[in-house]
Nanobody, 133 residues
Framework: QVQLVESGGGSVQTGDSLRLSCEGP????????VGWFRQTIVKEREFVAA??????????ADSGSVKGRFTISRDNTKDVVYLQMNNLKPEDTAVYFC????????????????????????WGQGTRVTVSS
């Protein structure tokens, strides 16, 4: 397996913005869809957003907790995927992970949604985001 690297986390105030980056060795990201997830001590790893390999398709968590505030994008010339997070709230506090989807968001035989961890292959070790009120 390949180790991805997340960066850009930090400690901020409510209403601030952060941009997270996800990078991998070689050109691995350019050939895969990438998802962003987050996890806290009390919550399981939850889906945040995903983007196809060419950036033409994006999905966000259905709960609406991030829609309108978070934007996933990618720059394949730099082999990096971003998660722009605006108007951060204390409930966004978590460790954020990125992961590759080798099926490029196509139908997975065992997953019905993009939050299904089983469809993701390579992961990073996460970057911590802390939002204080």
């Amino acid at each position: 397996q390949v180790q991805l690297v997340e960066s850009g986390g930090g400690s901020v105030q409510t209403g601030d913005s952060l941009r997270l980056s996800c990078e991998g060795p070689g050109r691995i990201l350019s050939h895969h869809a990438v998802g962003w997830f987050r996890q806290t001590i009390v919550k399981e790893r939850e889906f945040v957003a995903a983007i196809s390999s060419n950036g033409s398709i994006t999905y966000y968590a259905d709960s609406g907790s991030v829609k309108g505030r978070f934007t996933i994008s990618r720059d394949n010339t730099k082999d990096v995927v971003y998660l722009q997070m605006n108007n951060l709230k204390p409930e966004d506090t978590a460790v954020y992970f990125c992961a590759t989807d080798p099926l490029n968001l196509r139908v997975h035989p065992y997953c019905s949604d993009y939050g299904c961890l089983r469809r993701y292959d390579d992961w990073g070790q996460g970057t911590r985001v802390t939002v204080s009120s």
